[in-house]
């Protein structure tokens, strides 16, 4: 350029020249700017994936950790004082109603009833005596034979003598339920504890517990709902937004600490009503079956409370909401086949899905996948529609 104004010999002929290059520069860029327009209008519409909004009745359930216990749990005591003799079990083991756990040492119970029986004898005997002696008496007072005072000793005597022989009878009881008791056994069937003494290990009054036995069929789940998460169930379901079943007939799921579910559901046959001052949580209490012994005492689990709805509701997949400096949002295709940025208020997790409490409705066409290129008002190309979102509840949904 300097080259050709250096050969113009006139100012305004060099004004000319560069006026010229000037629109000559800008024409190109302009040409060049265009080019790359037409080239991102040839790229078409950004492809996306829906999906079709339809609200529907969604089964939700609430997860807890539990921990399970037996349904009965029976202390194995011996009720007389003495020497152990037997452990008739093996420890861990189960067992059954009625079976014979342990054996104390008959001896001094034989001794005792035997001396019972005796003092029986004897005091029957001594009744028996004062019952001849008032029959003899009685006529010969009838016929004034006998002072009256002969007659009331003789009637005194045998009460007396009537009474000695009840309490010698009592007695008898007593060491033959004393004796008894030297035969331990478990009044369920469960599962056995180790024995807390040994044979030949002396039984006291304050060291009377030998062993436990747990029975497992039913077994017991707890788990503890706290104050909060109490009082956001009851606001929900006063809105509507969660229907629980009739009469509160819930179904309690249990799985287990490797993810396997429980083949047995159970229902809630407990609810503490007052709250925990230690925790801050009610205590809730649900029974299930466990004929194959698979649940033992003290395991963690979770527990699912199931049997509510969720009435009319939305769910869309995770990857279809997006965040943003207001919050939530999602993409929406409005009729016209463009893009609609629209704010959402998310409810609980369900899956891998959300529930949508606000912002959409029946019929919206809402972007999966594709969202990245947007922008408010530009057109798209629907390339498929995702999968409607799971109905199944097998999460927490509150």
Not at 41 to 67: H, M, N, W
Not at 223 to 232: A, H
Request: charged content about 25%; proline content about 5%.
């Amino acid at each position: 350029m300097d080259t050709i104004l250096h050969h113009c010999t006139t100012p305004a002929r060099r004004y000319k020249i560069s006026i010229a290059l000037i629109a000559f520069t800008l024409l190109v860029l302009t040409l060049g700017g265009c080019s790359e327009q037409t080239d991102e209008l040839k790229g078409g519409a950004p492809e996306v994936t829906v999906i079709k909004i339809e609200p529907r009745d969604v089964p939700v359930s609430a997860e807890f950790v539990g921990k399970t216990a037996s349904s009965r749990r029976v202390e194995i005591r011996s009720r007389v004082e003495g020497f152990l003799e037997n452990r008739n079990y093996v420890e861990g083991s189960m067992v059954e109603a009625g079976q014979v756990l342990f054996e104390m040492d008959k001896k001094p119970f034989e001794a005792q009833l035997n001396a019972a029986k005796a003092e029986l004898a004897q005091q029957q005997a001594r009744m028996e005596t004062a019952r001849s002696n008032l029959k003899r008496v009685r006529p010969l007072a009838e016929k004034k034979a006998v002072a009256q005072k002969e007659l009331d000793d003789a009637e005194g005597f045998y009460h007396e003598s009537a009474a000695a022989v009840e309490q010698a009878q009592a007695r008898v009881v007593q060491a033959e339920l004393d004796l008894g008791y030297c035969t331990i056994t478990t009044p369920v069937t469960g599962l056995s504890s180790y024995a807390v003494m040994q044979e030949g290990a002396y039984v006291g009054i304050g060291d009377s517990l030998l062993t436990y036995v747990a029975q497992l069929d039913p077994m017991w789940v707890e788990f503890s709902i706290s104050e909060n998460q109490m009082l956001k169930r009851k606001d929900d379901v006063k809105r509507g937004i969660i229907v629980d079943p009739v009469g509160q007939d819930f179904v309690i799921q249990v799985v287990l600490a490797d993810g396997s579910v429980y083949p047995h559901t159970g229902k809630i046959t407990f609810a503490d009503a007052s709250l925990s001052e230690a925790t801050g949580t009610f205590l809730i209490r649900a029974e299930v079956d466990n004929p194959d012994n698979q649940l033992r005492p003290g395991q963690f689990v979770r527990a699912y409370l199931k049997g509510s709805i969720r009435p009319d509701a939305i769910l869309i997949p995770q990857e279809a909401v997006q965040q943003g400096a207001q919050g939530s949002f999602v993409w929406v295709i409005d009729t016209a086949g463009k893009a609609e940025f629209r704010p959402v208020k998310l409810g609980p997790l369900h899956h891998k899905d959300w529930f949508i409490d606000e912002g959409l409705a029946a019929g919206d066409t809402v972007v999966v996948s594709g969202a990245l290129r947007l922008r408010p008002g530009i057109p798209v190309r629907i390339t498929e529609s995702a999968v409607q979102a799971s109905a199944d509840s097998t999460t927490n949904a509150n």
